[in-house]
């Protein structure tokens, strides 16, 4: 027991990345270093479990949250067409896993991040192939599962790129192989699956928190075409290229999540895998539900916490576990919106409201969430 007869707390800080700022695991260490500097704190067991949907920052959640996680090398082809130096992790042996399971993560393999800030996009030119190559390597390593996170993609070109480092083969009508990226769709005639890998015996659970299909209004071209650079006639290009695949795959191409990635989601469904929500399937890889149940407070948070953030978001899925352990749960966010809804939350901590404007909360992330985790210790 402490001096102010208060007993140690076990505390456990299950972040999502601060997109664009900070990663989930950078995130909740610094948090984590700021409640147990709080006075009263010190004695405090915290526990972090940073999360992830599948997008940036996967990797790095797996990393920190599950003990003998290897990261293993792989050199790939950027969406850019260039060399990238970049890995995916090899998490031990279970029994239900004899082999490992490999996590393999889009963003840092083919992911937009990858094309440099400000970006050079390239809405019809990027690909997948990075992505197929990591998937590859994990394949040769004899993995039992894949964990596949397909998040921050730069390209929209319906996984052909990816599936084609797997085996497939995508040909125009002259049987000549066709372009990369979303271009290439546009001239597509016929697929040969005949010489694709096979699944792992696990099989292969793909995580995304997108549920968008493959076409039409709410799929991959329009809605996620313009945050990859393209504009209005490049949209069409890629809508009917799109169609021209979906019509030759075997998958529906109105599977909730077939659009994710600028319709990876349905090259996958393709190959076999399954696609699920991706917080939960990580809350579960992490072992955070067994986690939460023996803390006394959880704290959870994203870079922005809004309206849509109870739609299938980490903090949403945080709270929910929390609620059914009873275990209380706090947030920090880069922002709360007006809209927001932090009910669920026993406290809340804004970093813009903290450091005074959202520029200073993003110009130094780990200083602020260290004073988040103060401010939160001493309620």
């Known amino acids: 027991m402490r001096d102010n007869g208060r007993m140690p ?10 997109k664009g700022t900070i990663g989930a695991a950078a995130a909740s260490e610094a948090l984590s270093a700021g409640w147990r500097g709080e006075a009263g704190a010190s004695d405090d067991v915290v526990v972090p479990r940073p999360m992830a949907d599948g ?14 996680a290897r990261r293993m090398p792989v050199a790939v082809t950027g969406p850019h067409g260039r060399p990238v ?19 393999v993560e889009l963003a840092s393999t083919s992911g937009i991040e990858l094309l440099g800030s400000p970006p050079e996009l390239r809405p019809l030119d990027a690909g997948t192939r990075g992505f197929g190559q990591a998937i590859r390597a994990a394949l040769d390593r004899g993995v ?18 990816m599936l084609a480092e797997l085996g497939a083969r995508f040909a ?68 009917d290229g799109l169609a021209r695949l979906a019509a030759l795959l075997p998958a529906d191409p109105a599977t909730p999540g077939a659009g994710a990635a600028g319709g990876t989601g349905f090259g996958l469904l ?37 309206g849509q953030s109870a739609a299938g978001k980490v903090p ?28 669920a939350f026993a406290a809340s901590v804004s970093l813009t409201e903290l450091a005074g404007s959202g520029e200073a909360a993003m110009a130094d992330p780990a200083q602020w969430l260290r004073a988040a985790g103060a401010a939160l210790a001493a309620r």
């Open 85 to 103: 130096d970049a890995s995916w992790l090899l998490l031990p042996p279970t029994p239900a896993d004899p082999h490992g399971i490999g996590v």
């Open 316 to 343: 949403a899925h945080v709270a929910a576990v929390a609620a059914a352990s009873g275990t209380p749960a706090m947030l920090v966010a880069g922002r709360i919106a007006p809209d927001a809804d932090a009910t």
């Open 144 to 161: 039992s599962r894949l964990v596949l996170g397909i998040g921050s993609s730069a390209s929209t070109d319906g996984g052909i790129g």
């Open 172 to 239: 125009d009508a002259a049987g000549r192989p066709i372009a990369d990226g979303g271009r290439g769709l546009a001239d597509l005639a016929t697929v040969d699956l005949t010489g694709i890998r096979l699944l792992p015996a696990g099989r292969v659970i793909v995580l995304s928190d997108v549920t968008n299909p493959l076409l039409g209004d709410r799929g991959a071209a329009a809605v996620f075409g313009p945050q990859k650079g393209a504009g209005p006639d490049d949209i069409t290009v890629l809508d």
């Open 55 to 68: 997008g940036e920052g996967t990797l790095d959640a797996f990393a920190a949250a599950v003990a003998g």
């Open 270 to 306: 393709a190959w076999g895998a399954q696609l699920v929500p991706g917080s939960a399937a990580v809350a579960d890889l992490i072992g955070l539900d067994a986690a939460i149940a023996a803390a006394d407070v959880v704290v959870t948070g994203e870079g922005s916490y809004d």
């Open 9 to 18: 707390r076990t505390v456990v800080v299950a972040l999502d990345s601060f």
